[in-house]
């Protein structure tokens, strides 16, 4: 029996940017599976199905990799400070939003990367930049004793909420996700208010 010859692989050649972002969309999969430390370059090239050296020509370092994928998160929850939605300065549902154009890096960015002593200036100056869009919104109707700390709160829990949707919720119902946080977040803002 004649054996058949072996398909050919073909390589579609993808513009500068388009290999960059397929890049970053195997290195944000690959860091939420294993962590920074454990992840090593040749995972993300095979989930790129590139090789080594092209993962290298488009990022210097793995801690340029990295940056990479919590800039691009970072980027993503721009409009949830620039369009808020609501008394509290922040919005689940564009917080949801941008979990959901990059689950994979909206989990590195808020469960990994807050452990990885290098990346914490990102984490930081993120949560830092969400605490002030809530505390804007809560400003002009929240006690000035407890605005600090109810800031910080409604982002805490707001990010808590959509980062345990991502993982156990239907992207159908997210929805739903919405209303019972906003329901939640006005009985407690008006409970620490009176309080």
Request: proline content about 4%.
């Amino acid at each position: 029996m004649a054996r058949s010859p072996a398909p050919v692989v073909t390589r579609r050649r993808l513009d500068p940017a388009d290999r960059r972002a397929q890049i970053i969309d195997a290195a944000a999969g690959a860091f939420v599976a294993r962590g920074f430390v454990a992840t090593p370059i040749a995972d993300v090239a095979d989930r790129a199905g590139v090789t080594v050296r092209i993962v290298y020509r488009h990022f210097r370092s793995k801690d340029a990799l990295y940056r990479a994928v919590l800039e691009r998160t970072v980027a993503r929850l721009g409009p949830v400070c620039e369009h808020p939605a609501g008394p509290y300065g922040i919005d689940t549902r564009s917080l949801l939003a941008a979990g959901r154009a990059d689950i994979d890096g909206f989990r590195v960015l808020w469960r990994h990367a807050a452990r990885e002593r290098e990346f914490t200036d990102v984490v930081t100056t993120t949560r830092a930049r969400l605490v002030a869009c809530a505390r804007a919104g809560l400003a002009s109707w929240t006690p000035a004793d407890v605005l600090d700390w109810s800031a910080a709160a409604v982002v805490g829990y707001q990010l808590e909420a959509v980062l345990t949707w991502l993982d156990h919720g239907r992207a159908d119902q997210d929805e739903r996700l919405v209303r019972a946080t906003r329901a939640a977040l006005r009985a407690g803002v008006r409970a620490w208010a009176a309080g």
